[in-house]
């Protein structure tokens, strides 16, 4: 009897294993279409960028002085900018943390001129800076157009977790759709390949 319940569980975890990839597909490809329609925002988190946090002593235009994308995350951002092409998504208006993690996934996108911008900053270890950072991304979300192109968004976790409540990998995000407020809804989610 325990061979045959072994077997069953084993089937079971080769069937999940096998939708799991497929579920993941049509999620993103769902995301993919919803970020394509006006007044949409995709809030995405660096690309892998090995390590946690940033050294003692880092300093934010020093590149050398921070944690920073491996060759995995330059792949994984010129990926993503390869899969928004592909569903239509050509241009963007994209503004990224001032991190060189995330600017450096913001241009590997390719989706036009990236603009570097404090709001989205991380704030990390230091706890007396999330209200003021989320209500600054919170602002920036509000004053975006609800019937404009695309907007893409390259931050950090916890900025992200902030404003949707939900948790990120590195290279993944989540779309939003723009209603006037800092807390638009997150109508899709994009997962790393």
Not at 36 to 61: E, I, Q, S, W
Not at 114 to 131: K, M
Request: glycine share 12%.
């Amino acid at each position: 009897m325990p061979t045959v319940i072994a077997r069953c569980l084993a089937a079971l975890c080769i069937a999940l294993g096998a939708v799991s990839p497929l579920r993941a597909e049509t999620e993103d490809a769902r995301a993919l279409a919803e970020l394509a329609k006006p007044g949409r925002v995709l809030m995405l988190r660096h690309a892998l960028a090995p390590g946690f946090g940033d050294p003692p002593g880092f300093k934010l235009g020093d590149c050398a002085t921070q944690r920073t994308l491996d060759a995995v995350g330059r792949k994984q951002a010129r990926l993503l900018g390869a899969r928004l092409r592909a569903a239509g998504i050509r241009a963007a208006k994209v503004t990224s943390s001032q991190w060189c993690r995330c600017l450096e996934t913001a241009r590997l996108l390719g989706l036009g001129k990236v603009e570097p911008r404090a709001a989205l900053n991380s704030f990390f270890g230091r706890e007396e800076l999330r209200g003021p950072r989320l209500a600054a991304v919170g602002d920036l979300l509000a004053r975006l157009p609800q019937d404009g192109p695309p907007v893409v968004l390259v931050t950090h976790q916890v900025v992200i977790s902030g404003i949707t409540g939900r948790g990120v990998d590195s290279g993944g995000g989540y779309v939003l759709r723009l209603n006037g407020s800092g807390r638009p809804p997150v109508v899709g989610a994009l997962t790393v390949d």
